[in-house]
C-alpha cells in the first residue's frame, strides 16, 4: 500500500505564488515517473506535469512557462513551484506516483488532492 500525501495548496491573488509538495510512502521498491494533475469544478481531470526517475518532465501548455515540476529521489517527494497563477489554475491538484513493488508491475497511485484557489 502506498500513501501520497500532498500539502502547499491555499488561497492566493492573481500574479502569485505556491509551491505544492507530494510525498510517497508505504510499500515500494522505487518509484517510475511522478506527475500533477487538476481538476477544475465542472471539468475532467488534466494533466499539469510530469517528471521521470531521470528527470525528464513534461508540462500541459497552459502551465507551460509558469509552472515548474521537481523532484527529490531520496525524499521520494514531487514537487509543483506554480508561478504567475491565474484564476483559471483554480483546481483541486492531485499527485499521481506509478510505483514498482517488484517484477515490472507498476502501480498507479493518487494522493487525496489539494485545492488550490486563485483571486482575481
Known amino acids: 500500500q502506498v500513501e501520497l500525501v500532498e500539502s502547499g495548496g491555499g488561497l492566493v491573488q492573481a500574479g502569485g505564488s505556491l509551491r505544492l509538495s507530494c510525498a510517497a510512502s508505504g510499500s515500494f521498491f522505487s518509484i517510475n515517473s511522478m506527475a500533477w494533475y487538476r481538476q477544475a469544478p465542472g471539468k475532467q481531470r488534466e494533466l499539469v506535469a510530469t517528471?521521470?526517475?531521470?528527470?525528464?518532465?513534461t508540462y500541459g501548455d497552459s502551465v507551460k512557462g509558469r509552472f515548474t515540476i521537481s523532484r527529490d529521489n531520496a525524499k521520494n517527494t514531487v514537487y509543483l513551484q506554480m508561478n504567475s497563477l491565474k484564476p483559471e489554475d483554480t483546481a483541486v491538484y492531485y499527485c499521481n506516483a506509478k510505483t514498482v513493488l517488484s517484477g515490472a508491475v507498476e502501480y498507479d497511485n493518487w494522493g487525496q488532492g489539494t485545492r488550490v484557489t486563485v483571486s482575481s
Open positions: 517528471i521521470t526517475s531521470g528527470g525528464s518532465t
